[in-house]
């Protein structure tokens, strides 16, 4: 998930990530998006767009407008990712994957969630996420306790401290993604915006699932 809504990890500037075809070109910087080519940055050569777009098969594009969205996509998630690393992650003192899951046991019961609910939530290993409740519990942030409904079970939830850190952290990350999605984006905007995101979660599902690139 994305400091508890989306999934997403920083892994560094944007000019580090590259989106690369197979005769070495890249897509990232410029962009390239359907309709228009945009420039971003100095000396750096614009990539036409073909002459028509519309309903147009995608497979016809030229290539550096077929990865135009994946670029986009790429260089959009890490802008925001940066944003909330400087502007809530480092001012809290957290790191990503510890505000993930204190945004998460902020948002279920006291009595806490199971490690599968974890892994699931912030799409981690089951490794991972063993890793990381240690380091939390270490810190004082989490604890484990046993499951309610079922003794043998251990549910994961916040302590005192962890609850604060969280209270803490959340508004910052609400204040950047307001600024980002809510001021910068129209209702309709937004609408669209999911509805075509929530198209390409659900094709890469499938491509993962069955292994079929085909459309």
Sequence with gaps: MLWGIVPVR???????????DDRGCNYLRPRV????????GGDEAMIEPSA???DRPTEDLPAG??????????????AVA??????ALEPSGLDAATADLLVQLARSPECGIRGVQIRERCQMTATRVSRLVDR?????????????L?????????????????????PLMDDVLRKVFVSGLS????TTLVALLDRVRDRARQVLATGDTRA
């Excluded at 920083?10 to 690369?20: F, H, Y």
């Excluded at 940066?82 to 502007?87: E, K, T």
């Excluded at 939390?136 to 309610?148: N, S, T």
């Excluded at 209702?187 to 937004?190: K, L, M, S, W």
């Design 150 to 170: 079922d003794r043998r079970a251990q549910h994961v939830a916040l302590t005192e401290r962890g609850r604060e850190v969280a209270r803490r952290y959340a």
């Design 65 to 78: 407008e077929r990865l135009a969205p994946a670029a986009a996509l790429a260089e959009a998630h890490n």
């Design 187 to 190: 209702q309709r905007d937004c």
């Design 82 to 87: 940066r944003a909330l690393h400087r502007l």
């Design 33 to 40: 998006s359907f309709g228009h080519a945009q420039a971003l």
């Design 52 to 54: 028509t777009v519309g």
């Design 10 to 20: 920083w892994m560094g500037p944007a000019s580090d990530m590259q989106l690369i």
């Design 136 to 148: 939390a519990e270490a810190e004082g942030l989490v604890k484990r306790q046993p499951d309610p």
